[in-house]
Nanobody
Framework: QVQLVESGGGSVQPGGSLTLSCAAS????????MAWFRQAPGKEREAVAVISQGSGSTAYTDSVRGRFTASRDKSNNMLYLQMNSLKPEDTAKYYCAARQAYVCTSDSWSSGRMYSYWGQGTQVNVSS
């Protein structure tokens, strides 16, 4: 049984930093992609970043590129999202997601429908 558990959310002032973590268990495939999505109240879910557990290749949505960094710890099945220079518009609930695949950064990476497994989310609030 696959389980994804996010942690690390909280409140921060604009310009601040947070690191989100996602602990994955039950992922026994040889290749899979892990991604971060977010959803703000009244808005659609948005893809933030994806990383290949195998190669470590990444992709980011334009609004976070250069500010956010996705990384993984293969040995411990952990996914991270380092978020710097946070803006009020980054306020959202952040979700960890996973799917079985070897190629993670094709155009479809940002479609939530491609992901089979989801965590419960962790809230990030950016305000002064």
């Amino acid at each position: 049984q696959v389980q994804l558990v996010e942690s690390g959310g909280g409140s921060v002032q604009p310009g601040g930093s947070l690191t989100l973590s996602c602990a994955a268990s039950g992922l026994t495939y040889r290749g899979y992609c892990m991604a971060w999505f977010r959803q703000a109240p009244g808005k659609e879910r948005e893809a933030v970043a994806v990383i290949s557990q195998g190669s470590g290749s990444t992709a980011y949505t334009d609004s976070v590129r250069g500010r956010f960094t996705a990384s993984r710890d293969k040995s411990n099945n952990m996914l991270y999202l380092q978020m710097n220079s946070l803006k009020p518009e980054d306020t959202a609930k952040y979700y960890c997601a996973a799917r079985q695949a070897y190629v993670c950064t094709s155009d479809s990476w940002s479609s939530g429908r491609m992901y089979s497994y989801w965590g419960q989310g962790t809230q990030v609030n950016v305000s002064s």
